[in-house]
């Protein structure tokens, strides 16, 4: 790199974005995410990363500045891949070392980059393109990342306010010289409208499903755009919006969103408390949702991650059956959040292979790769569906072929349109809504319908705090404790005692806590093992604060 390039990204990080917390920084699942003023200096240092990404990878790479589902004080940063994936886990480790080395040694981590991964090319005006959400913060640490990108000569494309999922869109639409899609909002938002009216045609309303939802869009970016895609469905689906506040609000994620939805089983703020009603919640940058509703004794019922996993898979296997193309493989990808309930429905009713995998969507996105047709969805609603390229060209083939029969062309025809229906690139909760709203519609069901396909075990969740997550290590997608010693085997008697116990325990990517997930046969069991095993966890791993209380 020529000397006065190193002037301009030195002179930057010294006086503009200097390194002014001890805090160590770590590149999670997520990728950071802190206060937000700890982050100048890390948004920063993430613009020279993807500039030295773009030009490893000769292609685009995208940074989204968001804290999901974070309370609006967070703020946080993320590298979006040339696929739309999460960043490489190689460079994981470097973004963190980006992160966290002092000011005057950032040139010799910068060269030590380039120097592994021979980055040659150092002249060329690679593009990055950015995205930020709703939070106040957030334009101070965009232009944060602009400064580093154009430090080492790049091209920032600065997008402005977008969802993770429309970000992640418009990285692989420029890496596939736009077969994907316009890299545009308008673009996005004509291909998934264009899709879902294809498929639905003008029979709105069919058997008990009715063209109605109520969605809660968390007052944030997922509020903002669904905006556009309520004027451009029309009257094909009804989107009646709340907690939409503007801007600056300060109620991002309070008391509504997906998370506040699945972690409390609640109710969010806002949103009218009509029985029977089918209603939505997205988070804060609109990659997750989940569904729920009012019963008539104002119970809440919750259909998460799981429920839409199970409704999509058992959708498209019956038409991938009916394409007549056999040697199509379909499976499903779930973590050990998953409810038993479900797992068990999918293996022995549906009969679709089931794979588990370590918490975070990079570990699911990878093994739906693996099959023809891989659906994939966290329990928090976080997920979508891939389809191989050479199911895509099979299909394709079979729709030209006139000598198959109409319903195997039909069902390939109806396949294809899913497909455009469908963000492949990340779980993207606006084009997972459209998809559910697909099928409900095609099943002529409504949300109880969907609920009845199978029963949930009683399940809790809970955190706890610790002086330092990373004492607890696992294995076995999570499912297993390894440290600290004999941890696991206070869970594994504390289970026994339970009518289909089941517990785990596993460090937060992204703060000090254990999370702690228990089933049990009845809510009050399953209530009460999830207490006794945070307990063990505060009592062997360093718990600080408030002990967790064990109901009597």
Request: glycine share 8%; charged share 25%; hydrophobic share 35%.
């Amino acid at each position: 790199m020529a000397n006065s390039s190193y002037r301009t990204v030195y002179a930057f990080a010294r006086e503009m974005y200097p390194k002014r917390i001890k805090l160590e920084m770590q590149y999670g699942t997520a990728g950071f995410r802190s206060k937000a003023s700890n982050l100048d200096h890390v948004m920063y240092r993430m613009g020279l990363l993807a500039v030295l990404r773009a030009r490893y990878k000769k292609a685009v790479i995208g940074v989204m500045i968001t804290a999901s589902h974070n309370p609006e004080p967070d703020n946080g940063v993320k590298v979006v891949d040339p696929q739309g994936e999460m960043l490489e886990q190689s460079w994981e480790a470097w973004a963190t070392k980006f992160a966290n080395v002092v000011d005057e040694k950032l040139e010799d981590t910068i060269n030590e980059l380039i120097k592994e991964f021979d980055i040659g090319n150092m002249g060329d005006r690679v593009e990055v393109v950015i995205g930020r959400d709703t939070r106040p913060s957030s334009p101070h640490l965009t232009k944060a990342v602009m400064d580093g990108v154009l430090a080492l000569a790049g091209k920032p494309i600065d997008y402005g306010i977008v969802t993770t999922p429309q970000l992640h869109y418009f990285v692989v639409c420029k890496n596939t010289n736009r077969r994907y899609g316009q890299p545009t909002e308008e673009g996005y938002y004509r291909k998934l409208t264009n899709a879902f009216k294809k498929i639905r045609g003008n029979n709105y309303t069919c058997g008990k499903y009715t063209n109605k939802v109520l969605y809660d869009g968390a007052n944030g970016v997922g509020a903002k755009k669904v905006k556009y895609l309520k004027e451009a469905l029309g009257e094909s689906l009804i989107i009646d919006m709340y907690n939409d506040e503007i801007i600056g609000s300060g109620k991002l994620n309070y008391l509504c969103g997906a998370d506040h939805v699945k972690t409390h089983q609640d109710f969010p703020v806002g949103v009218p408390r009509i029985p029977n009603a089918r209603c939505c919640s997205v988070d804060g940058d609109a990659d997750r949702i989940v569904y729920y509703y009012l019963d008539d004794k104002e119970n809440i019922h919750l259909l998460d991650g799981d429920r839409i996993a199970t409704l999509i898979a058992d959708y498209l296997r019956e038409h991938l059956t009916a394409t007549g193309i056999s040697e199509l493989t379909i499976g499903l990808v779930q973590t050990a959040y998953a409810n038993g309930a479900s797992t068990e429905y999918i293996t022995n009713h549906l009969n679709i292979p089931v794979a588990c995998v370590s918490t975070g969507i990079k570990h699911l996105h990878h093994q739906a790769l693996t099959y023809d047709v891989g659906v994939y969805f966290e329990a928090n609603g976080h997920g979508t569906v891939v389809f191989s390229n050479y199911a895509k060209d099979r299909m394709k083939d079979r729709v030209k072929n006139e000598s198959f029969p109409i319903q195997q062309r039909e069902a390939c025809e109806k396949l294809l349109s899913l497909i455009d229906l469908i963000n492949e690139t990340v779980g993207d909760a606006i084009s997972d809504m459209l998809l559910i709203e697909t099928i409900l519609h095609a099943r002529e069901w409504d949300i109880t319908d969907w609920e009845a396909c199978y029963k949930d075990l009683p399940n809790r969740l809970m955190k706890v705090s610790v002086k330092d997550r990373n004492v607890i290590t696992t294995t076995d997608a999570e499912r297993i404790c390894q440290t600290p010693d004999g941890l696991q085997d206070e869970i594994d008697s504390l289970v026994s005692r339970y009518n289909k116990g089941r517990s785990f325990v596993r460090p937060s990517g992204t703060e000090d806590v254990v999370r702690v997930y228990a089933e049990a046969k009845s809510q009050e069991e399953a209530n009460k093992l999830a207490a006794e095993v945070a307990m063990k966890v505060y009592e062997m791993a360093g718990g600080v604060g408030t002990a967790p209380e064990v109901p009597a």
